[in-house]
């Protein structure tokens, strides 16, 4: 395991508990049991907004380019071969340890934030169909334990680490959910 993988490793899973939590957070707030597709794309558009706090560790996804793009830029700025420093005469000459530097550019700025922007949708990604599904399973749970049972408790929370907790209406025997402890 080299560094850099440690690194990533870390970065992903910070993403995808984030994600997570956040999601079991909105679903909780919001309400509804067994969402529809339009109230799930609501959901999942309130947790990424909740996300964008965590964009300040993406850059640790990309450090090994950023530090070499810093170093390069100074080297450039000392008239040196940005790849092994070496003293060039004019900015845009041919070194003589590395060839032309216009083919040594590593991956540009575009093609950096296209890899970062793809890491944070996957893990927001992945967290909240993580937190869906275990937010699905507890809603079937307690509505098979609610229905054709008169003495079933009627209030109970949800599963950890979600928030809020579930309701059973016995009048229209639908599950309703509230934030608030019962
Ligand atoms: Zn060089």
């Given at each position: 395991m080299t560094p850099l993988i440690i690194t990533r490793v870390s970065v992903a899973f910070l993403l995808v508990a984030w994600s997570f939590l956040d999601y079991g957070f909105v679903r909780g707030s919001y309400?509804?049991?067994?969402?529809d597709f339009w109230n799930l794309v609501v959901i999942l558009l309130l947790t990424l907004l909740l996300m964008i706090?965590?964009?300040?560790?993406?850059p640790l996804w990309i450090l090994p380019e950023l530090l070499r793009k810093w170093k390069a830029g100074i080297r450039r700025s000392r008239c040196?071969?940005?790849?092994?420093?070496q003293a060039l005469e004019n900015i845009g000459d041919i070194c003589l340890?590395?060839?032309?530097?216009?083919?040594?550019?590593?991956?540009d700025d575009r093609s950096l934030f296209l890899s970062c922007l793809t890491i944070w949708l996957g893990c927001w990604l992945v967290g909240s169909i993580a937190g869906e599904s275990i937010a699905r399973l507890d809603e079937h749970q307690f509505i098979q334990s609610q229905?054709?049972?008169?003495?079933?408790?009627?209030s109970r929370e949800r599963?950890?680490?979600?928030?809020g907790s579930l309701h059973w209406d016995e009048q229209t025997a639908t599950a309703q959910a509230t934030l608030h402890e019962y």
């Open positions: 309400g509804a049991v067994l969402p706090p965590s964009l300040v560790f993406l040196c071969c940005p790849e092994c420093g340890e590395c060839g032309p530097l216009n083919d040594r550019n590593g991956p229905e054709g049972q008169s003495d079933a408790t009627l599963w950890k680490p979600f928030w």
